[in-house]
C-alpha cells in the first residue's frame, strides 16, 4: 500500500480563502489616507482599463416664499464623472514545500503580512500624490513648523472655499505629527467620536482630524539655483518679479520656485546679460505680498531619457538624466509645460513612476520639474479624491479566490511552479483615483 503525505497547511483552495481573508483585513487595518477620501465600490467584476461612472452630488438652492406665492421646482442637471480604472496593485511571493507544511500563523508573519502592508503602502501613496491636484490652494511657508496658526489658517481656506465643517481632515507626516504634538491645543477628542477615529489618528486641531501617515514624507533635497527679488515691494496678484543674484539662465515654463518660502510655478522667465533677471509666475500669482531681497529658490529641471518617447497615457517606469539629486518617492512632478502634477510613486535606478497614468505623451529630454525640498503636508474634506475600487475575476486554471468587505477588494491566486517546487501566490486589487474637487483639499507648507 502506498501513502500519500499532505501537509497540513498546503496551499489548497482552503488555505486561498485564509489568505484572502487576512490580507484583506491586514490591508484595511494599515490604509491610512486611502481612508479618508471618498471610496466608490460594488460588486461588478472589472478589469483593467475599465471606465466607471461616478454620480456625483448636486448643489441645490434655497428660496423664501411670499405669502400666497407658488413653490419653484427645479430639475437638478446630472452632474456625472468618470474614472478609470488604471491601477492594477499587487504583491507576490513564492513560498517552498518546506514553508507551506509550517502553521498557517507562519504563513501570515512570513508572508501574508509583509504582502499586505507593502499594498496598503502602495495605495496610500497613489492617495497621496494626488495632493499635488491642491497646489493653486496652499497655505504656509516651507521651512516653518506647522503650528495652531498654520491649521487656523487652513479652516479659513476651508471656509473661503466654501466647504461644509464635517469631513475635514490634516494628512501630516511624522515632522508635522511631532510639531503639532507639542501644540497645547491639539486635543485627543476626535470630531466623529471614538467610533470614527481613523488609523493614524494623533488628535485633533481646528475642527480637523489629524492623522500621521508615512507617504508623506518630506520631499526630496533638489538642484535649486537661488538669487533674490529685485524691484521693490510687490502685491498679492503680481506675477511678473524682477531678480537679481543668479548666475546664467536659471528656470523654463513648469519649474517649481519658492518665494520667501512659498511655492510658486514659473511661467517664464528672461535674462540679461545671460544671467536671469525675470521671473514670470502662473497665474494667480503671488498669494502674499514680498519685499525686495526676499530670497528665490528655483527647482533645477532633469530630463526624459527615453529615445522611444512615451504614448499618452502612459503607466509605466519614466527614465530620466539630469538630476544630482534624483527624485524619490513623494516627490511633486510635472512634464514639459503641462503644468499638470503628480506624485513619485515609486523609484528605481535612472527611473520612477508616477501615482497615475501621465495624461499627455513626452518625448525624449523633455522637461522634468520637481517641487522644492520641504514638508507638504495635505488637509482635505472626503469629497475632494474619489478611490474607486472593484472586484476582480477570478481567472481560470488556477486556485483563486476574489473577497469583497466593506468597500475593498482584492483578489488571491495561487499556482504551483513544479520546476522549482515552489507555490506561487499573489495579492492583487484594481483602482482608480481622480481628484473631484480642487477647492475642497489644501496643500499645507512647512
Known amino acids: ?74 430639475t437638478p442637471a446630472a452632474t456625472d464623472d468618470t474614472v478609470l480604472l488604471n491601477q492594477h496593485i499587487y504583491a507576490a511571493f513564492e513560498v517552498s514545500d518546506r514553508a507551506a507544511q509550517r502553521s498557517f500563523a507562519n504563513l501570515v508573519t512570513r508572508y501574508i503580512e509583509p504582502a499586505a502592508r507593502a499594498m496598503a503602502l502602495s495605495v496610500d501613496r497613489i492617495v497621496t500624490g494626488e495632493r499635488w491636484n491642491f497646489f493653486a490652494n496652499r497655505v504656509g511657508h516651507v521651512g516653518t513648523a506647522l503650528s495652531y496658526d498654520g491649521c487656523v489658517d487652513v479652516k479659513t481656506k476651508f471656509s473661503n472655499n466654501n466647504n461644509p465643517d464635517d469631513e475635514r481632515v490634516l494628512l501630516v507626516n511624522p515632522d508635522g505629527e511631532g510639531q503639532l504634538l507639542k501644540e497645547d491645543k491639539l486635543t485627543t477628542t476626535a470630531t466623529r467620536g471614538q467610533d470614527a477615529i481613523y488609523n493614524g489618528w494623533i488628535g485633533s486641531v481646528s475642527g480637523m482630524d489629524v492623522l500621521m501617515t508615512q507617504t508623506l514624507a518630506k520631499t ?57 533677471t525675470t521671473i514670470t509666475l ?74 497615475r497614468p501621465v495624461v499627455a505623451a ?20 472626503r469629497d475632494a479624491v474619489v478611490l474607486v475600487n472593484r472586484p476582480m475575476r477570478p481567472p481560470e ?20 511552479d513544479h520546476d522549482t517546487l515552489k507555490s506561487k501566490v499573489s495579492l492583487d486589487a484594481l483602482f482608480g483615483i481622480k481628484t473631484l474637487d480642487a477647492n475642497k483639499g489644501v496643500l499645507v507648507c512647512a
Open 1 to 74: 500500500m502506498i501513502f500519500y503525505y499532505k501537509p497540513a497547511y498546503a496551499l489548497t483552495a482552503l488555505t486561498a480563502d485564509l489568505i484572502v481573508k487576512e490580507a484583506l483585513t491586514l490591508l484595511r487595518e494599515n490604509l491610512v489616507a486611502a481612508n479618508v477620501v471618498n471610496r466608490d465600490y460594488d460588486e461588478t467584476f472589472a478589469e483593467y482599463g475599465d471606465t466607471v461612472r461616478l454620480n456625483k452630488s448636486t448643489v441645490m438652492t434655497a428660496d423664501r416664499l411670499t405669502e400666497g406665492g407658488t413653490l419653484s421646482f427645479a
Open 220 to 276: 526630496s533635497a533638489r538642484d535649486t539655483a537661488t538669487g533674490a527679488i529685485n524691484g521693490g515691494n510687490l502685491a498679492v496678484g503680481d506675477v511678473e518679479l524682477t531678480v537679481d543674484g543668479f548666475t546664467g539662465s536659471n528656470g523654463v515654463v513648469g519649474d517649481f520656485c519658492l518665494v520667501n518660502g512659498i511655492p510658486y510655478t514659473i511661467l517664464s522667465t528672461a535674462e540679461a546679460a545671460s544671467d536671469t
Open 282 to 355: 502662473q497665474s494667480p500669482g503671488l498669494i502674499e505680498a514680498i519685499s525686495d531681497d526676499d530670497v528665490v529658490i528655483i527647482s533645477t529641471a532633469g530630463a526624459i531619457d527615453e529615445a522611444g518617447d512615451y504614448a499618452a497615457n502612459y503607466d509605466g517606469a519614466i527614465e530620466f538624466d539630469g538630476f544630482t539629486n534624483i527624485p524619490a518617492i513623494g516627490d511633486c512632478v510635472s512634464f514639459a509645460s503641462t503644468l499638470t502634477n503628480y506624485g513619485v510613486f515609486r523609484t528605481a535606478t535612472g527611473e520612477f513612476k508616477t501615482n
Open 362 to 381: 513626452m518625448v525624449d529630454d523633455a522637461t522634468i520639474h520637481v517641487l522644492n525640498e520641504g514638508n507638504y503636508h495635505w488637509a482635505l474634506n
Open 397 to 416: 486554471g488556477a486556485i483563486s479566490t476574489t473577497l469583497n468587505y466593506n468597500g475593498l477588494s482584492i483578489r488571491v491566486i495561487v499556482t504551483y
